[in-house]
Structures are given as C-alpha cells and as structure tokens.
C-alpha cells in the first residue's frame, strides 16, 4: 500500500513539473516574438535588392518587386519590406543593409529652397514625374515645378530659401518647393550654370 502511493506520489510531481516547464516554455516564446518584431529605418532611397521587397506608398498602394524589376521613383513616407534576401539604401552616404523581415522608410534628404541661383559643375535633376535630366555649367536648366530634386554630381550649387543662399557641394540633395506670399528683391545671377530659363515656378 505504501509502495502504490509513493510511486503515485512521484508521478503526479512529475505531471506538475512537466506542466511547468510547458508554460515558462510558452511565456519564453511569447517574449522572443515581442523582441523580435522588425523595427522602421530610415533611408534616403533604395538602390538595389536582391531578392523580392514589398513597396507600400503612402497613398496605400502596394507593390511587389522581384529581382530585374526595376525600382520606381520612391516619394518620402513610402515603406519597403524585405520579403527575401537581402535590400540595399543609402542615408547621408552611408549604406545600408537590410535583411529579410526588416522594413525601410524613405525619407526626405537635403534642404528645401525656392529657386536655384547658380551651379559651377553639374546637376542632376530629378522631376515629379521621374523624368531625370543631367545638366552642366553653361547649359540651360529646364522649367523645375515643385517637388523636383536637385543633386550635385559636381562643383557647387547655390540656392535661395527665404533670404539666405545655400551652397551645396557634391553629394548635396535640394529640393524645389514655392514660398506663398513671398516677395522681395531680385538677387544678381553669379558666373556658373545659365538658370534664364529655370523660372521655378512659371507654367
């Protein structure tokens, strides 16, 4: 008799060991998840992937892009998801990995300004619509709307916002937004890049 209830004893110690160990093992895995969830980084843009990413615009729209695909034109808020391998960005410069699981967010690089003053080297000029138009000292820039980018392959680059000039050097993003209301003295147009024609904001 003593024999039955020791061993029944040691068996239901057992079940309740076992039951313990079961739910640390549960609580365990519940935190490794919590700890695990892919955080946003920052990038300027994506240059290249090579596995598959999901874009999602701010707009919503969602769309799946898979080695060979081309990378569309990224406005700033947009998410990128590694789906699989791995995903190249850049931010000030500096590159940036991400793995499969994690998640870029684009944002805006550079400084805002009203209209270009001059340019000693060359341009690269990114459209609203994606159109990209290379320009060099002496050459005249094209109509630049709202929302263009401008980056600076070489030489300086130097642009109003308000009333202070920026001077941008290689490397260097601005880009093109209007001021309302803003009115004040014509600034003399330096030695550089001919910016007749860049009327900003003129239809």
């Known amino acids: 008799m003593k024999i039955r209830t020791t061993v029944r004893t040691v068996g239901m110690a057992f079940i309740v060991m076992a039951m ?3 739910t640390i093992g549960s609580m ?10 892919a955080s946003v980084i920052d990038v300027e843009k994506i ?3 090579t596995g598959a ?4 615009l701010p707009s919503g729209d969602v769309q799946q892009l898979k080695v060979g695909d081309n990378i569309p034109q990224l406005p ?3 998410m990128i998801e590694v789906l699989s391998e791995e995903c190249t960005g850049v931010l000030s410069g500096n590159i940036i990995t991400l793995k499969a699981g994690q998640i870029a967010r684009i944002t805006r690089p550079g400084v805002t ?3 270009v003053i ?3 080297g060359e341009l690269k000029i990114i459209l609203p619509d994606g159109t990209v138009i290379f320009v060099k000292a002496g050459e005249p820039l ?3 709307p709202p929302g263009t980018m401008i980056e600076v392959i070489s030489g300086d680059l130097v642009v109003l916002w308000e009333d202070e000039r920026i001077t941008l050097t290689p490397g260097d993003v601005a880009w093109l937004e209007p001021m309302e209301d803003t009115i004040g003295p014509e600034l003399p147009i330096e030695e550089g890049g001919d910016i007749s024609p860049a009327s900003p904001f003129e239809p």
């Open 76 to 78: 700033e808020k947009t």
């Open 118 to 120: 001059q340019f000693t």
């Open 47 to 49: 240059i290249d992937f």
């Open 20 to 22: 313990i160990i079961s």
């Open 142 to 144: 094209p109509i630049l």
């Open 28 to 37: 365990t895995g519940c935190k490794k998840t919590g700890e695990g969830k």
């Open 53 to 56: 990413i999901k874009i999602t």
């Open 113 to 115: 300004a009203q209209k």
